[in-house]
């Protein structure tokens, strides 16, 4: 079946920068747009990025562009979030989602079919 498997996240300062992954597997994953999406406590979940199947096109939420990089390697099975100049509200938990086969970008909770089991990042100030 489908597993989504991020790693990377952690404890860092205001202002500075850190990289998580997500592995796929169980999947042709050059078939799937993948998304990043988080949660903080108290907050719905949210749209952090998104990436086509070939990874030409990225969409961000406002919060992030211009700070955060989504991309991935097809031949690697993985999807990158390279995050920069971190702020205490990016404090959350970072999950890895894809809609299914052929599916268009999972921008809305609703679209995602497969969801990884997190990563905490924290930004401290």
């Known amino acids: 079946q489908v597993q989504l498997v991020e790693s990377g996240g952690g404890l860092v300062q205001a202002g500075g920068s850190l990289r998580v992954s997500c592995a796929a597997s169980?999947?042709?994953?050059?078939?799937?747009?993948m998304a990043w999406f988080r949660q903080a406590p108290g907050k719905d979940r949210e749209l952090v990025a998104a990436?086509?199947?070939?990874?030409?096109?990225?969409d961000y939420a406002d919060s992030v562009k211009g700070r955060f990089t989504m991309s991935r390697d097809n031949a690697k099975n993985t999807v990158y979030l390279q995050m920069s100049s971190l702020k205490p509200d990016d404090t959350a938990v970072y999950y890895c989602?894809?809609?299914?086969?052929?599916?268009?970008?999972?921008?809305?909770?609703?679209?995602?079919?497969?969801w990884g089991q997190g990563t905490q990042v924290t930004v401290s100030s």
């Open positions: 989602a894809t809609g299914g086969p052929w599916q268009p970008l999972p921008t809305t909770p609703h679209s995602v079919k497969y």
């Open positions: 169980g999947l042709t994953f050059s078939s799937y747009a």
């Open positions: 990436i086509s199947r070939g990874g030409g096109y990225t």
